[in-house]
């Protein structure tokens, strides 16, 4: 009689398990396996064995975090200043490229069934740390009561771990935070209680141009009163200072009544030659340098000689729009965020660019009345959060039948199905170029190209 081989056991949540990362997954987990059985391990690199503890237990996985590391990977190295959002500094930086450019090709080969995909070699990021041009800060208490002023701790949505020294942002950001930070030990605030829902002091979001030198801070709190936030406004180095007082308990930045404490409600940058005004909950690419390249490829893969009708989708405040429209014979962005359209249309206006119209609308619903407005497109521009576009939007874009779509993707993961789609309705993926907008962490952004021969 024929034994049925017997299944492992499962691990279970609180599991210790000795793994052997064989592999990164989208996302930046390692991959390990346990007789065939799969666990993201969240903290390690190929190379590396650890010891992992398992915080979840599916089927057909398990994730788990890194506990101790008891054989490093020959390839790791040090990380500058230990950072939850920078979790691949132990990678040399060629490595991360490496292993970007992999999963782009893998995605579009295993999600979007793509037999040997036109992917570009990856464009290496300008700088590899203090680059980013926005940083959203939490408070907290440490073990001891004291008010800190940093991040949550990965995997703890009550605990946030101090910072004195953030490499992903410029040396004036952290002046500006630890500023904040002394300020409000002195003074004694309450920090908002993630358990309790109670208390004052919520986050701190930090917004630098680059490129004009305009820093803004921006203090999130619950409803209630400062004494003398004139005088914590004073104590920066911002050019502006904003207070927002949010009424519920969300988790978000993006919600109150905010009130102008000093300067200025919006700051400037430069990007491609153009100027543009960001409003607090604006958004805009965190990588000022970056976003230029990858919006120039963005402007190369469309073809522009002058003539061409453009469609933006998704459109933001402008940036990719107005970009276009110094090549393009006009160009008509769509965006469902009323306050992002105003600032598309005052960005338009700042730069004396008359050839782009914006309109506020879901994409969905908007794109046949504003193809009845505008005429059939030579290109469309599809710029879609990291969710992508749904099969909807997808038939609504291939209803333009236009020459060209150039779609600018954060999540290859979502890219490859999306493409897949507009190739079923015969197109063709002529070329994907990815691009390092943020080093240091597993994020990819990439530009494809889709033509009708």
Known sequence: MTETPTRPARPRPGDQLELTIDRLAHGGAGVARLDGYVVFVRGAVPGDRVRARVTKSKRSFAEADTVDL????????????????????????ERQLSEKQDQVRDALERIGRFDAPPVEPIVPAVETVRYRNKLEYSFGEDESGELVLGFH??????????????ILASERVDELREAVKAWCRAAGLPVWDRRSQDGL???????????TGQLQARLVTSSGSIFGVDELAATTPADSFLWTRAAGVAETTRDGETEVVKGKAHIEE????????????????????????LYGAAAELAGLSGRERVLDLFCGIGTIALVLALDAGEVWGVEIVEEAVADAIENARLNDVDNVSFFAGDV??????????????????????RAGVSQKVVRRVLEAEAKRIVYVSCNPTTLAPNARQIVDAGYELKTVRPVDMFPQTPHIECVALLERP
Do not use: C, K
């Open 153 to 166: 701790r990965p995997g703890r949505f009550d605990r946030i771990d101090d910072v004195t020294t953030d």
């Open 201 to 211: 002091l919520r986050n701190l979001v930090v917004r630098e141009g680059r490129r």
């Open 364 to 385: 969905r619903l908007a794109m046949r009345p504003l193809l009845e407005q505008s005429g059939r497109p030579d290109v469309v521009v599809v710029d879609p959060p």
């Open 270 to 293: 430069e990007l491609s030659g153009l100027r543009f005004r960001i409003s607090p909950d604006a958004f805009f690419q965190t990588n000022t340098e970056m976003a230029e390249r």
């Open 70 to 93: 008891l054989e490093p990977s020959p390839e790791r190295v040090e990380p500058v200043v230990p950072h939850p959002g920078a979790p691949w500094q132990v990678l040399p930086y």
